[in-house]
Nanobody, 115 residues
């Protein structure tokens, strides 16, 4: 059964850092280009970062570029999002999926940035 499970969210003050993880199972993770998405309160889910299957190319939404870093460990079927210099507007539920959003969505992991 295909699963993605996000974890690592929490409460952090503005300017802080956090790393969220996405553990995948049930499909050949190393063959998929993967992405992180987020849904802020009252807003639609949006794409924020992608990484290719070979871990050679990354792309970022402009608002997170330079602050967030996407990475993956194909041996562990896990993807990460290192978030730094967090802002209140980064408050959202963070999700992972492939770049086509073809996987069943997980529960996401909540990130709250507030003082």
């Amino acid at each position: 059964q295909i699963h993605v499970v996000e974890s690592g969210g929490g409460f952090v003050e503005p300017g802080g850092s956090l790393r969220v993880s996405c553990e995948a199972s049930g499909f050949p993770f190393s063959n998929r280009d993967m992405s992180w998405y987020r849904r802020a309160p009252g807003k639609e889910r949006e794409w924020i970062a992608s990484i290719d299957q070979f871990d050679t190319r990354t792309d970022y939404k402009k608002s997170v570029s330079g602050r967030f870093t996407i990475s993956r460990d194909n041996a562990m079927s896990t993807m990460y999002l290192q978030m730094s210099s967090l802002k209140p507007e980064d408050t959202a539920v963070y999700y992972c999926n492939d770049v086509l959003m073809s996987l069943n969505w997980g529960q996401g992991t909540q990130v709250v940035v507030s003082s």
